[in-house]
């Protein structure tokens, strides 16, 4: 009969008191570490040091166990893979006596010698044993792992241990960041850092997280976006800047939403968006060669060709071709809502023009966009801080770059006259105080910097997780964040 995690917890305690009564510390400061168990193995693999008995040391957590006899045999796991170890009696009660309180899950130093066994293993003959960490909680069983979602995205700290995915999607997580990066400043941006904490909770049509500092005595908001605080930076002068970071954005948990994220948002003066779609293209094929060593990548069992040129289309042409709906025929709300009731698409009473148009991209045309794409041209209702195309003033200088069915960026021609830009702020504050939350709202500094004078510039938005999604082919954005948000126990 299995035993319960309780009377498992009570037996671990027990070893860890054994230990503690031989007189070894269970939990040391530090440990001498010499080699990665990948090193180890590239130590007797090289010709050169091929059994020269040269001594090493070794961590890890031990993730197999087995006595036989005379001799212990242990799988030691560090970041850079797995190693075994063997322990002879002959080491003598205090050393080999340790295997008796030692447990799957334990962090363990070893000084020894390398060796092959018999078939052929690469192997430490240990000569001390250190415990490093006594784990009194067992580690997920191993054959069957951490099979619960929740509990994966809960205690990512097993996913992790057990897991070799979830270690390699965020390996490579971590070197698609450092691949953008580079990216980056070899086009001579500048990174810089921005506020998290707002007075104002603009820059973005979202619903903010409210917090409050007690020393001023005012409400502050967690950033809904990057853009007014970069902006800024252009008008001081810094021609090409970005930032990597996280927002935070009070809206419902999906396949592709978790309610903090990671954007890479950029601003370039003297550029509008045809350049930032050049950029936006080269930038995702340049990351996918150097991480994965192509731009024909598998995701969702589509293989999907990311390398440059992506085809460029209008907005109004890929709705009308899904929906038969021309929104350009419908200038106003009333109109667009009837011709979506006759075609059987919902309109929601509550959204005015612009979020209908967006409902028609959201729910006929992106689950569709599987091959990169760039969709332009955008109403102006929609993008308050874009500028107005020349030959339409209804429609503004916007792309959304689309794969793997979802948005993966967005940007603009940057709207930098000051007035328009105030007139279009009052109309989203009239949405506001007429009931919708996600109206983006006036932030009166940045108006005031804009007065100074802001050149032509082109602004990027860009989805780190979704984008990492894509390169590593995963279906949800919850398993790309390390510790997505979670409803409390």
């Not at 036989?68 to 322990?87: C, E, N, P, T, Y």
């Not at 580690?139 to 509990?151: C, F, N, Q, R, S």
């Not at 510790?483 to 409390?488: E, M, Q, S």
């Amino acid at each position: 009969m299995p035993r319960s995690e309780e009377e498992l917890l009570a037996q671990r305690r027990a070893k860890l008191e054994r230990l503690r009564a031989r007189g070894v510390d269970p939990y040391p400061r530090r440990y001498h570490r010499t080699h990665t168990t990948q090193q180890a193995k590239d130590t007797l693999e090289s010709a050169a040091e091929r059994n020269d008995g040269t001594v090493l040391s070794v961590a890890g957590r031990i993730q197999r166990l087995r006595l036989m006899g005379g001799i212990a045999f242990l799988d030691l796991k560090d970041s850079s893979g797995r190693l075994q170890v063997s322990v002879r009696r002959e080491l003598g009660e205090e050393q080999f006596g340790l295997i008796r309180d030692l447990d799957l899950g334990d962090i363990l130093g070893v000084e020894g010698t390398l060796y092959r066994t018999r078939t052929g293993e690469i192997t430490v003959e240990a000569r001390t044993l250190t415990v490093l960490a006594k784990a009194l909680r067992a580690p997920p069983e191993k054959w069957h792992g951490l099979v619960d979602i929740e509990a994966r995205h809960r205690q990512r700290y097993l996913d992790l241990m057990v897991n070799p995915e979830a270690e390699r999607v965020f390996l490579l997580r971590s070197r698609i960041v450092a691949a953008i990066r580079r990216f980056m400043a070899d086009r001579g941006f500048l990174e810089v850092e921005t506020p998290v904490l707002h007075s104002s909770a603009a820059g973005a049509m979202a619903t903010p997280f409210v917090t409050h500092h007690n020393q001023l005595d005012m409400d502050l908001y967690l950033r809904i976006a990057m853009e007014l605080h970069l902006k800024r930076c252009i008008v001081g002068g810094m021609e090409k800047v970005y930032e990597i970071g996280r927002v935070f954005r009070n809206e419902g948990v999906s396949f592709k939403h978790n309610p903090e994220f990671t954007m890479m948002e950029s601003y370039e003066a003297y550029a509008a968006y045809h350049d930032v779609m050049a950029m936006t293209e080269s930038l995702v094929a340049t990351v996918a060669q150097e991480v994965l060593g192509t731009t024909r990548i598998t995701y969702e069992g589509h293989t999907i060709d990311l390398t440059p040129p992506w085809p460029r289309r209008a907005l109004r042409e890929a709705i009308l071709q899904r929906t038969e709906i021309d929104f350009t025929a419908h200038p106003d709300e009333a109109s667009l809502r009837a011709a979506m009731d006759a075609a059987g698409i919902y309109a929601d009473p509550a959204k005015p023009r612009g979020k209908l148009i967006d409902d028609l991209l959201s729910k006929a045309v992106e689950p569709n966009l599987v091959q990169p794409v760039f969709l332009l041209d955008y109403p102006v209702e929609l993008s308050p801080l874009a500028k107005r195309r020349e030959d339409d003033p209804a429609l503004v200088e916007r792309f959304e770059a689309f794969c793997g069915g979802m948005e993966i960026a967005n940007a603009f021609t940057e709207l930098n006259d000051p007035l328009d830009q105030w007139e279009r702020l009052r109309q989203q504050m009239r949405a506001k105080d007429a009931g919708d939350e996600e109206a983006d709202i006036p932030d009166e500094d940045f108006l005031i910097a804009i007065e100074h004078g802001m050149p032509p510039t082109g602004g990027l938005g860009l989805g780190i997780d979704r984008l990492v999604m894509l390169l590593t082919d995963q279906s949800s954005i919850r398993e790309v964040i390390l510790f997505p948000t979670n409803r409390p126990r």
